[in-house]
């Protein structure tokens, strides 16, 4: 069983950086696909980006080119640097894992293929 622990959301004014970061436990972290994903009120959870065992990185088109995903797995840990932030990145934002590598479909990692899910960190961005 993984156990999943996020950090670092807050408030942060728009155009400011922010980073989450994921720790896990339970589990060999090396051997485990990592995943961010965020909702906001009234939303469904979306996924945000995800990181492969092997380093294989995905991003949702809304956040391609301001968030960078990244693991340590001597920390056992990953992380979300979120750079350029909107308003509308405002959510609760949730690392998961995957034991099993997860299936992609039209570009987008399988939100059903992640299993264990951290309680969220709340991130607010304001204008």
């Known amino acids: 069983q993984v156990q999943l622990v996020e950090s670092g959301g807050g408030l942060v004014q728009a155009g400011g950086s922010l980073r989450v970061s994921c720790a896990a436990s339970g589990h060999t972290f090396s051997s485990i696909d990592m995943g961010w994903f965020r909702q906001a009120p009234g939303k469904e959870r979306e996924f945000v980006s995800a990181i492969r065992r092997g380093g294989t990185i995905y991003y949702a088109d809304s956040v391609k080119g301001r968030f960078t995903i990244s693991r340590d797995n001597a920390k056992n840990a990953v992380y979300l640097q979120m750079n350029s932030l909107k308003p509308e990145d405002t959510a609760v934002y949730y690392c998961?894992?995957?034991?099993?590598?997860?299936?992609?479909?039209?570009?987008?990692?399988?939100?059903?293929?992640?299993?264990?899910w951290g309680q969220g960190t709340q991130v607010t961005v304001y204008s």
């Open positions: 998961a894992a995957a034991l099993v590598p997860f299936r992609v479909r039209s570009g987008t990692p399988i939100t059903a293929d992640f299993t264990a």
